[in-house]
Nanobody
Framework: QVQLVESGGGLVQAGGSLRLSCVAS????????MGWHRQAPGKQRELVAL???????NYADSVKGRFTISRDNAKNTVYLQMNSLIPEDTAVYYC??????????WGQGTQVTVSS
């Protein structure tokens, strides 16, 4: 099993920055992809960014150039640096990990609110 715990959400003004962290435990070494999804009220959950163990990354078009995902394999931690935040980024952000052994794992979510 894999457990994911997020931290770092909060309230920020438009144009500000936040950094989210997600620590994996359990069979964390089995995870080969980690990332962040978000879900705004009344909307479907969407992929924000992902990073593969080798370091390759992928971003949603809406966050390219503003968000940066990184991973510390030694600490089993993935980060999401969010800059130039806009009100449309307001959502619950979920950490996600994929393991060939255990499939998809999700964190409990952390609220990010961007005020205008």
């Amino acid at each position: 099993q894999v457990q994911l715990v997020e931290s770092g959400g909060g309230l920020v003004q438009a144009g500000g920055s936040l950094r989210l962290s997600c620590v994996a435990s359990g069979s964390a070494s089995s995870i080969n992809q980690m990332g962040w999804h978000r879900q705004a009220p009344g909307k479907q959950r969407e992929l924000v960014a992902l990073i593969i163990r080798g370091g390759s990354t992928n971003y949603a078009d809406s966050v390219k150039g503003r968000f940066t995902i990184s991973r510390d394999n030694a600490k089993n931690t993935v980060y999401l640096q969010m800059n130039s935040l806009i009100p449309e980024d307001t959502a619950v952000y979920y950490c996600w990990g994929y393991s060939g052994s255990f499939g998809n794992s999700w964190g409990q979510g952390t609220q990010v609110t961007v005020s205008s």
